[in-house]
């Protein structure tokens, strides 16, 4: 292989969250006076960090969100997860076959950590990422389609950036990983492959089995 670190996104890398979190997001949007469909919230603020939905809010209408928005919106989604959350079709296999090769990986995220600790615990995926390996918008001071989460994980984990392969399913994410020097497999069960192409992802796949084959090419 060569990579000496894989780095994954988690909402719908990971786990299967992206359809609960934006139907709950563009439903509270609308809610709150922000009139938002959900083909509107996976285009917009998927692969965001949350400071870029209340950027974006303030920008297009000059009002903010409240300030327990965060709150209620987590909450929220956290009650879907405890639900409905599953960990993404073929990802335990893939996990399974990186810790047989010996081969370091992570969590690269523009979620909280919170977040990302529910939605691993809900689904069994706590068992492969302890805490030291999971990484989070909130360590950072920039979120996707900066660089700094995927520098920062890669310092940590005590690789090169150019040794870092990133698994990613939005055009945000491609962006960061391209500009952190890293090569990035692009996801596309939820995107579609031209515009994580565009982003600049090395290579596309539409399903978990088809990615160890492109990782040890």
């Not at 709150?71 to 399974?96: K, N, S």
Request: charged share 25%.
């Amino acid at each position: 292989m060569r990579h000496d670190l894989v780095i994954f996104d988690n909402d719908g890398v990971l786990v299967d969250s992206e359809p609960l979190s934006n139907t709950i997001l563009a439903g509270y949007l609308t809610e709150l006076g922000h009139p938002t469909s959900y083909e509107e919230s996976i285009r917009d603020y998927m692969g965001s960090a949350m400071r870029r939905i209340h950027e974006t809010i303030l920008e297009r209408t000059g009002r903010r969100l409240p300030e327990d928005f965060d709150d209620v919106f987590h909450g929220r989604v956290f009650a879907a997860f405890e639900r409905e959350l599953r960990p993404v079709p073929g990802v335990t296999d893939i996990l399974e076959k990186l810790a047989a090769e010996g081969i370091p990986y992570c969590v690269g995220s523009s979620g909280s950590h919170e977040r990302i600790r529910v939605g691993h615990r809900t689904t069994g995926l706590d068992r492969w990422f302890a805490r030291e390996r999971v990484f989070s918008s909130e360590d950072v001071g920039r979120g996707k389609p900066a660089p700094d989460l995927f520098l920062h994980a890669a310092r940590e984990m005590g690789v090169a950036p150019e040794r870092c392969a990133v698994v990613e399913d939005s055009p945000l994410g491609v962006q960061a990983a391209v500009a952190a020097g890293m090569d990035v497999y692009g996801f596309t069960a939820m995107t579609q492959a031209g515009k994580l192409a565009e982003a600049g992802a090395t290579a596309l796949f539409g399903r978990m089995t088809e990615l160890a084959d492109l990782l040890v090419r």
